[in-house]
């Protein structure tokens, strides 16, 4: 009988070079795995692969050395610990986070939350190539989100508030930009220096900033054979629906303007970043 590899790889189940063996890409979402999910997957790698499993680039677990016959008892098995078979090939992969605002100082946003909502909307969505995305809490961008097809930078729009502010210089200090001056006792905030990072908000010994938390969205993010910076086209999206609608346009571009094995850099620039641009700003503004 002859054996569905392309089947298998749409289902998580990656060829090795050793004949018949499989390295199994689970479902992670924003990098979180409880322990239950852990102690089953310690429980199949030890009993149908080689007992190690690894740790992927993509915050993603596979487990080597799954048996082509044992391929229905590892996903029967594993479904007992709440864990799922991941995805490859040309569709909408794992969706990556860093801790975020949950967890993190310096988080602007919940990015787990979001990158849940993403994995609901959007897994395993079959496109023309693979199509990524990747969820930062903040300036410091530990998940790199410019690398991804779209990255969402968690950030801070700030506004002083005179009232609350006891003139103590500690903004001016924080802030890596010089975006906050102070003169006869005014703070004054230059937007186009302000890159939303929230080092102002999060120094601020009496809260006098009003804060709007919101995203920063880049497109055609590479890092492979051939590395790409993604860049934004809204500054700052203060909105979560428009942020998802923002999403659900660059991911119809995609799938409308795409030649197969093509990425989404590449068919950005072969349709023209102008038009590309266009119809961002206008799902954007009209959404």
């Known amino acids: 009988m002859a054996v569905d590899y392309s089947t298998l790889k749409k289902g998580g189940f990656m060829r090795q070079k050793q004949k018949n063996n499989f390295s ?11 322990a239950k999910q852990l102690a089953k997957i310690a429980e199949v790698s030890d009993k149908f692969g080689d007992g190690h499993v690894h740790l992927t680039s993509r915050q993603s677990v596979e487990i080597p050395f799954i048996k082509l016959e044992d391929i229905d008892e590892v996903k029967k098995a594993l479904a007992e610990g709440d864990v799922e078979p991941g995805v490859c090939g040309p569709r909408v992969r794992t969706i990556t986070a860093c801790q975020g605002a ?16 993403l994995d609901e909307r959007y897994f ?15 300036q410091n961008n530990c998940l790199k989100a410019e690398e991804n097809d779209v990255g969402i930078k968690g950030g801070i729009k700030v506004k002083w508030k005179a009232e609350g502010c006891i003139n103590c210089g500690v903004c001016e200090k924080a802030c890596r930009t010089n975006a906050i001056t102070i003169k006869d006792g005014k703070i ?23 804060t709007v938390h919101g995203y920063i969205v880049s497109f055609g993010g590479l890092f492979g054979n051939s590395i790409n910076k993604g860049e934004a086209i809204i ?46 700003r206008e799902a954007y503004e009209n959404g």
Do not use: Q
């Not at 395993?124 to 969820?135: Q, T, W, Y």
């Open 235 to 280: 500054p700052f999206i203060e909105d979560k629906e428009k942020l998802m609608l923002v999403c659900d346009t660059a991911i119809k571009f995609f799938e409308e303007n795409a030649n197969p094995g093509e990425r989404f850099k590449f068919t950005i620039d072969r349709i023209g970043k102008d038009k590309f641009e266009k119809v961002i």
């Open 24 to 34: 199994l890409r689970l479902r992670v979402v924003g990098g979180n795995v409880t």
């Open 188 to 210: 004054t905030v230059d937007d186009g220096k302000c890159n939303f990072c929230g080092r102002c908000v999060k120094s601020c010994p009496t809260e006098a900033w009003e």
């Open 102 to 117: 949950a967890i993190c100082p310096s988080g602007c946003i919940d990015t787990y939350a979001l990158a849940k909502e």
């Open 124 to 138: 395993a969505r079959e496109l023309p190539h693979k199509f990524k995305f990747g969820i930062t809490g903040c």
